[in-house]
């Protein structure tokens, strides 16, 4: 008597979906959201259809489509946030165990400042076993770069990446070395930032863009960006080396 065949483990899949435009998904990140049993999108508290959510809807029916909260929003109360994370990680946890098979739809790339990241552990501890694979995204700088003209590297230069959620002097210090510094996050410190690339010269040639692939999208140089008031969560920045000849840095 043949004794039967073992079950596959449990396949916890990040999925890179772009930064909002569906064209901009992947071939592999297509199949693999369309080959889990379920596929979860981040929401708000507010229940909210998300920029993940509606570029997996191009792709997905909407009946395997799992919205879980997660307390993107949060900033000041941690008790919150944490207990908003742990309610997502146990949700995502039971769609394991029923269905065996799960993708995390993240804008973006899964393993650039994404959620991602964070629920994989949450859910690794929870249900033992758990495989986790990835599928690359392409980054909203990337994005921004291809339309708004801006190259991101050349010849020998550096690439510095830095989140100004915790405020600008990180980015003041990128800014004041070589090579070109992208900011994500920096919406709620526009201020901050356009100060910063006048106060380190970097204002020339660069560029910022919001609600990439999106109705509302907005690109444009870095001296329209507006000083008063606060920009989309997630506007990007990017500020490219400083380059005086063709091909000098190769």
Request: glycine share 12%; proline share 8%; hydrophobic share 45%.
């Amino acid at each position: 008597m043949s004794s039967p065949t073992p079950l596959p483990p449990p396949l916890l899949t990040g999925v890179g979906v772009g930064p909002g435009d569906p064209e901009l998904v992947t071939v592999k990140g297509v199949n693999a959201l369309r080959r889990a049993a379920v596929v979860v999108v981040p929401v708000l508290a507010t229940g909210e259809r998300g920029r993940a959510e509606a570029t997996v809807l191009h792709y997905v029916a909407p009946e395997r489509v799992v919205r879980v909260v997660f307390a993107l929003n949060e900033r000041t109360d941690r008790a919150r946030r944490e207990a908003a994370w742990d309610a997502a990680g146990e949700r995502v946890a039971g769609l394991l165990r029923e269905h065996g098979s799960v993708a995390f739809a993240t804008i973006g790339d899964p393993n650039v400042y994404s959620t991602f990241t964070y629920l994989a552990q949450t859910v690794g501890a929870l249900v033992p076993g758990t495989r986790v694979e990835t599928v690359p995204g392409i980054t909203a700088m990337q994005d921004l770069a291809a339309r708004g003209g801006a190259v991101l590297t050349e010849g020998t230069e550096p690439l510095t990446l830095v989140p100004v959620t915790a405020g600008a002097a990180a980015l003041r210090e990128a800014l004041r070395g070589p090579g070109t510094v992208v900011a994500y996050k920096f919406g709620r410190q526009a201020a901050e930032v356009v100060a910063a690339l006048r106060e380190t010269g970097r204002v020339e040639g660069a560029v910022w863009g919001s609600a990439l692939g999106l109705p509302q999208e907005s690109i444009r140089p870095a001296d329209q960006i507006p000083a008063n008031g606060e920009l989309p969560y997630l506007s990007t920045l990017i500020a490219p080396a400083r380059r005086t000849s063709r091909g000098g840095k190769l």
